[in-house]
């Protein structure tokens, strides 16, 4: 009986620098939006505020900005699984800043929002599940990095009133070094 192991593909994955940077630009995004989170206060009130404008904006943009990054991911890792993990995610990613910007744009959720971020919220985890595990048996990340896929969706959205999207900026800020140096390596 033989074992089998899971390893990167042979084939070269051509990956653009577009995706590393758009991943550093969100990381930057997320990281602004989460200091901000870090030292402000909950109102519970319904309506956006200022600083709730400029949060739901720097949120809305690191989700926009990550999508090319978790494309990047599905196609350097190349299983079937990543690839699908990384279409989950970025379907997930693109609803949230979707919702986000309309809330932003109106003061306030669209009767709409709930039904359309439970989905969004399900496929982005989903998708952060399915590409930490495709990286972590790819080695296509350093297995610490791939775990940590899946803490961006926890610290984003569990953990945001508390500051999580610093964490999750951090988080993309070592996805986007990797994909740059992935970018450099390709022919």
Do not use: C, K
Not at 32 to 48: C, E
Not at 169 to 183: H, K
Request: charged share 10%; glycine share 10%; net charge positive.
């Amino acid at each position: 009986m033989t074992a089998t192991t899971t390893t990167a593909p042979t084939t070269t994955t051509r990956i653009s620098p577009i995706a590393g940077w758009a991943a550093a630009a969100g990381a930057i995004a997320s990281a602004v939006a989460g200091a901000i989170q870090a030292v402000r206060s909950d109102d519970g009130n319904p309506l956006v505020d200022t600083s709730e404008h400029v949060l739901l904006a720097m949120v809305a943009a690191a989700l926009v900005l990550w999508i090319p990054g978790y494309l990047a991911l599905g196609r350097l890792a190349g299983t079937r699984t990543a690839r699908i993990g990384g279409y989950l995610a970025v379907a997930g990613a693109g609803l949230l800043a979707l919702g986000m910007t309309s809330t932003n744009l109106h003061d306030q959720d669209y009767s709409w929002f709930p039904i359309v971020a439970a989905p969004a919220n399900l496929f982005w985890l989903a998708g952060s599940i399915m590409l930490a595990v495709a990286t972590w048996r790819t080695r296509t990340l350093p297995r610490p990095l791939a775990a940590a896929l899946v803490l961006v969706w926890l610290t984003s959205i569990i953990l945001s009133q508390a500051g999580g999207n610093l964490i999750a900026g951090v988080i993309w800020g070592f996805v986007a070094w990797s994909l740059l140096a992935a970018a450099r390596h390709t022919p």
